[in-house]
């Protein structure tokens, strides 16, 4: 009920008297404080604690081995570059026409044929986030009927884009408890019980938040079964690179549904594998049946990118074309995100040696077996808890636990905690 | 729809399956209709499986250009020399050139010296930027500020910050409505649409005068039903560049006080109306001392020159810090889906330059310096077109507006005349955006304007 009908309804009219000026009652009394956003909620909280021994494995952002943001080399050359000397004119509404070429070919293939023939419509877009906005808007717009299977569990964000886009969600068997992998039957059982021409979120790799993966031959059959169905594939990928420390290889479920002859979508990020988190820089792109279609489609996302920030942040998408238009950078960015890379599967390996060495009574493998930046520990909740109240540790309560936030520092101390939280389970 | 073309290619595939045995690896590829069949090995089997090419956005139409910033790909495309592009508001020199001010070469290099990093901002954005725009746009000292009552989130420049307003609006007001100036800003409507709050117009240009209709203004906002949010620009409206005075604000105030609206104010100007950030707040503080709740949303597009990099911020000033405290944390809800936090880069230079005394005296002097151009530029193009337009026609609304834009009174065709005959580029509502002119370029736009005038129709 607005906050109006509350007012006009009855005379009453409370005020109260500060520094002079009357106020009536606010018109904001019936807005409820919101909760703490689940993932984000748990840096404000770290940050707030006083404790020695405080580690954050809670959001997604990459440490080196001494605990610090690293900005990295190639990224603090491409801005010497551009400091001081770039005009800050208005991008177009589409963004940095460079830096979505250089992310097509990054994603597509740098030979990609749909590159040449012109069948993609792509725009800059706010980060990953942005861009799956922008394509649930889309989707809104010209589906208004869809709905999204996203998979179980997802990024918690992916919830709040599509709601907020209008959009219902529906959802798709993914990860399985008991053994900390993939639920493939589940999987390809639900894609098959999906209604002909379903819209799917697909994780194109390191999957967020459990880092399980299907494996090339599963991408395989996935692939041949959403064909089968007719079914729209949606891929986020936020992590290529970053996941086996090898960009080509990150994008091969992509590549493999390209060479089925999917149309897909796709939303790219640059936060994690460029290191570019605060800048916002992302790609959205959909793969079209021909040039005149791509056009059309571009138009559209335009169109609804305009009144939602009329065109995007320039800063962060010069520092993506520099790096990845200049062949010596980005070696140099391909050597970077598979030092980051390798430091993440150094930590796999050694939280679950530690808590072998421990005695621990549970099986770790998945912790080598998961992908990227991500590790699905299988800590229930109340562990969670414990893990914070005790051991000052940091980490979403889905048992999610940021492999960037380990170092060769705190992983003796993290797997400890682990087993001391876990070993009367 | 893609499924039915696969049913009927599936029958028709049959034929060709035969010649395929268990565990050849084929690739091929069979043209059948309007799609592609392909032929792959899957895990021992033979499954035969059409590769769909129908798209799901087939019959998606060509969205039409952007009526403003596509005003700027027109004037690009033009090889004629003479080409003028008076169109987006973006502040060029004298030489037409843009201008990136110096207090922002400096603020950046400081930057790139101290070697920030790059992580995410929290999702209301940079905490030293959201006390440094607030206390711009309402004086440091002021009540409301000490009082903890404003809530600020960072925004992507106004547009953003629009939206969030327009959302927060849509999930707490249900059923409320935006009064929006005859006419406003394009893209404001765009912005309430997508965001399904209704809209409705005051009264506010009058053709007659080229000036204000503040009576019809202040009829329509009294008629509005109790509790509409009507949407204010805080200094050099746009497109018009006419604003309320004093006087007229404070009726303006007193009506909406009466009437139980809430005011929103958009203010993309601040500093580059009059060139005094005080004096061009100063209709936003007048509604805060009077202790209204109000919204604001703030750009530093143009008084920063900071167009592409997305900064601004949404604020809420509410009746207490409680209140402030849970608007600030839905602002943050309907972020997180949008965009999760907003970029850092545009909010570091703001932070510096009004953080920092020296660089904060210069931007002072570099925004008096803008605006001063723009004032010289006004009074230059109305020197010329008063001595060439011998018609008696009063043109000197052209001095009384304010801001980067003026409102030329010329109608669509005229606006037309102006681009195909003179290459002059303008948004068809007859707004041209000083900002782009020049002193030299003065009397050809003068006689750009006389001939629309008076001989199109």
Not at chain 1, 288 to 302: G, R, T
Request: proline fraction near 5%; aromatic fraction near 8%.
């Amino acid at each position: 009920m607005a906050v109006r009908n509350s007012l006009s309804g009855q005379l009453f009219r409370r005020s109260s008297v500060v520094a002079g000026a009357r106020f009536m009652s606010s018109w904001f009394r019936s807005i409820e404080p919101a909760p703490k956003d689940p993932i984000l909620g748990v840096t404000e909280a770290f940050l707030a604690d006083q404790s020695p021994n405080k580690v954050n494995v809670g959001v997604g952002a990459y440490r080196d081995d001494n605990g610090k943001p690293v900005v990295l080399e190639c990224v603090r050359e491409a801005e010497k570059r551009i400091a001081g000397s770039q005009f800050m004119e208005y991008l177009p509404i589409g963004g940095s026409i460079k830096m979505v070429e250089e992310s097509l070919k990054l994603a597509y293939g740098e030979n990609s044929e749909f590159i040449k023939d012109k069948r993609i419509g792509a725009v800059q877009a706010l980060s990953g986030t942005g861009a799956c906005r922008l394509f649930a808007a889309f989707q809104h717009r010209f589906h208004p009927n869809s709905q999204i299977y996203i998979p179980v569990p997802t990024w918690a964000n992916h919830h709040n884009i599509w709601r907020d886009a209008g959009v219902p969600m529906k959802t798709f068997r993914y990860y399985h408890p008991e053994t900390r992998g993939l639920d493939f039957s589940g999987l390809m059982e639900d894609i098959k019980n999906a209604p002909d021409g379903s819209f799917f979120l697909l994780h194109a790799c390191a999957h967020n938040p459990t880092g399980v993966d299907p494996s090339e031959e599963q991408w395989r059959e996935i692939s041949s079964l959403i064909k089968v169905k007719g079914h729209f594939p949606f891929f986020d990928m936020a992590y290529q690179g970053f996941a086996s420390g090898d960009p080509e290889r990150d994008a091969k479920a992509i590549r493999i549904f390209l060479e089925d002859g999917h149309l897909i979508g796709l939303a790219q990020s640059y936060a994690k594998n460029m290191g570019l988190y605060g800048q916002r820089v992302g790609c959205l792109s959909v793969l079209c049946e021909d040039e005149k279609q791509a056009v059309a489609v571009k138009s559209q996302l335009q169109l609804l990118a305009r009144p939602m920030y009329s065109n995007p942040p320039v800063h962060g998408a010069l520092i993506v074309s520099t790096v990845l238009g200049d062949p010596e950078l980005k070696n140099l960015w391909l050597k970077e995100v598979k030092v980051m890379a390798d430091r993440i599967i150094g930590m796999r390996a050694t939280l679950r040696e530690n808590l072998e060495k421990l005695g621990s009574p549970l099986p770790w493998q998945h912790i080598t077996n998961q992908i990227g930046m991500f590790c699905y520990s299988g800590l229930t909740p109340e562990q969670v808890d414990r893990m914070t109240s005790e051991f000052h540790i940091y980490m979403t309560r889905n048992g999610r636990i940021s492999m960037a936030g380990l170092n060769t520092g705190n992983v003796g101390y993290v797997a400890n905690a682990i087993h001391e939280v876990t070993k009367s389970a | 729809m893609a499924s039915a073309v696969l049913s009927i290619a599936t029958q028709c595939v049959s034929p060709n399956a035969s010649s395929l045995s268990i565990n050849e690896t084929h690739k091929g590829k069979a043209k059948l209709g309007g799609s592609t069949l392909r032929f792959s090995k899957s895990s021992g089997r033979i499954s035969m499986t059409v590769a769909v090419n129908v798209s799901r956005f087939e019959g998606i139409p060509m969205a039409p250009p952007d009526p403003i910033l596509g005003v700027s790909e027109a004037f690009r495309a033009d090889t004629n020399d003479v080409k003028l592009n008076l169109g987006v508001g973006a502040y060029r020199t004298e030489e037409l050139q843009p201008y990136v001010l110096n207090v922002v070469k400096k603020a950046e290099n400081l930057m790139l010296e101290r070697g920030d990093n790059k992580e995410y901002l929290p999702i209301e954005g940079l905490a030293a930027f959201n006390k440094a725009t607030a206390e711009l746009l309402l004086g440091a000292d002021n009540p409301a500020i000490k009082e903890q009552r404003v809530a600020t989130v960072q925004g992507l420049s106004g547009t953003g910050s629009l939206r969030l307003g327009a959302a927060l609006i849509e999930r707490y007001f249900p059923g409320s409505k935006v009064l929006i100036s005859a006419p406003t800003w394009g893209n404001h409507k765009n912005i309430f649409n997508d965001a399904r709050v209704p809209w409705s117009e005051y009264r506010y240009y009058d053709p007659r005068t080229v000036g204000l209709d503040f009576e019809g203004m202040i009829e329509d906002i009294k008629a509005a039903p109790e509790g509409t949010f009507v949407l204010l620009h805080g200094c050099a409206h746009n497109p018009t560049g006419i604003d309320p005075t004093p006087e007229q604000w404070e009726k303006i105030a007193d009506v909406i006080q009466q009437k139980n609206h809430i005011p929103f104010f958009d203010v993309a100007y601040q500093g580059f109306a009059s060139g005094s950030l005080d004096e061009d707040a100063a209709s936003v503080r007048l509604f805060v001392a009077r202790g209204m709740e109000v919204l604001v949303a703030q750009s530093y597009s143009k008084n920063l020159g900071l167009y592409a990099e997305r900064i601004g911020a949404m604020n809420v000033i509410s009746s207490s810090s409680e209140s402030a405290t849970r608007v600030k944390s839905q602002l943050k809800r309907l972020a997180r889906p949008m965009y999760s936090n907003p970029p850092v880069h545009g909010a570091r230079i703001v932070a510096n330059v009004v953080g920092t005394p020296v660089l904060f005296d210069e931007w002072k002097a570099e925004m008096e310096m803008m605006a001063g151009r723009i004032k010289n530029v006004r009074q230059k193009l109305y020197d010329s077109i008063s001595s060439k337009d011998k018609s008696g026609k009063d043109w000197s609304f052209i001095l009384k507006q304010i801001g980067m834009f003026s409102y030329t009174g010329l109608n669509k065709n005229q606006s037309d005349n102006m681009t195909n005959k003179w290459h002059v580029y303008m948004t068809k509502d007859g707004r041209i955006s000083l900002a782009g002119l020049s002193l030299a370029k003065c009397e050809y736009l003068a006689d750009a304007i006389i001939d629309s005038y008076h001989n199109v129709s």
